[in-house]
């Protein structure tokens, strides 16, 4: 029992090994070139065989997750300190720019913030988490009178995914230049400057379907 056991310790510390291997390589590779890059090139940045990728990981979207799983305490402590902040507006506005200068720095974070609805795991739970939060902090600001009525999770989940293409056209001239966007937005979005809406909010039905389109189209280009 103990040559069996001392045999096994070895072999998982390598497994382990080779896990954050392809972790960091797939960090590396799909910020390059996107989380559609081929996982071949991912599994030989690693130094192992994609037989050794599909082991640790089955599909790409157990790869993504992996790489969102070491993000995501950060993503749930930016809601926490907008939920700590006593003014709803100024937490809501915090919300959105922490949010999304964590995806300015990081091109797989904005992509996965993509791949919506996220696949069951150990992560759904703590992305319902931050989902939570996220509608607390709309709910303050719109009991507060601060922000319109009308804006929900789905519209703060489309004014996050539209802000990628401003960070990649605009990384070259000035990595915070999407900030002069975001706040001309956040001007339009104070109860003050509402003006009716024609078409109603997405229903959560309606964001997956448009994020599957979205995600298609990527792949198309």
């Not at 157990?62 to 507006?89: K, N, S, T, Y």
């Not at 915090?94 to 791949?115: C, H, S």
């Not at 003006?195 to 997956?208: A, G, K, V």
């Amino acid at each position: 029992m103990t040559a069996i056991a001392g045999d096994q310790r070895p072999m998982r510390r390598h497994a382990r090994r080779n896990h954050e291997r392809l972790v960091e390589a797939a960090r590396e590779v799909f910020g390059e070139q996107g989380v559609d890059a081929p996982l071949d090139a991912i599994a030989r940045r690693a130094g192992v065989g994609i037989g050794t990728l599909y082991r640790h990981f089955p599909t790409r979207e157990a790869l993504v997750e992996a790489i969102f799983e070491r993000r995501i305490g950060e993503l749930v402590a930016v809601a926490d300190a907008a939920l700590a902040e006593p003014d709803g507006w100024t937490a809501f506005a915090g919300l959105l720019e922490r949010t999304l200068a964590l995806q300015a720095g990081d091109r797989v974070l904005k992509e996965v913030f993509l791949r919506h609805p996220p696949p069951a795991g150990r992560l759904a739970s703590a992305r319902e988490g931050l989902r939570r939060r996220c509608e607390e902090v709309l709910a303050r600001a719109q009991a507060e009178g601060a922000l319109r009525a009308d804006f929900t999770f789905a519209d703060l989940a489309l004014l996050l995914w539209s802000f990628r293409p401003v960070i990649d056209a605009t990384a070259a001239l000035g990595p915070d230049l999407w900030r002069r966007h975001l706040h001309l937005l956040l001007d339009g979005l104070r109860t003050p400057a509402a003006t009716p809406q024609s078409q109603p909010p997405l229903s959560d039905d309606d964001l997956h379907a448009a994020m599957r389109a979205l995600r298609e189209s990527q792949r198309r280009r």
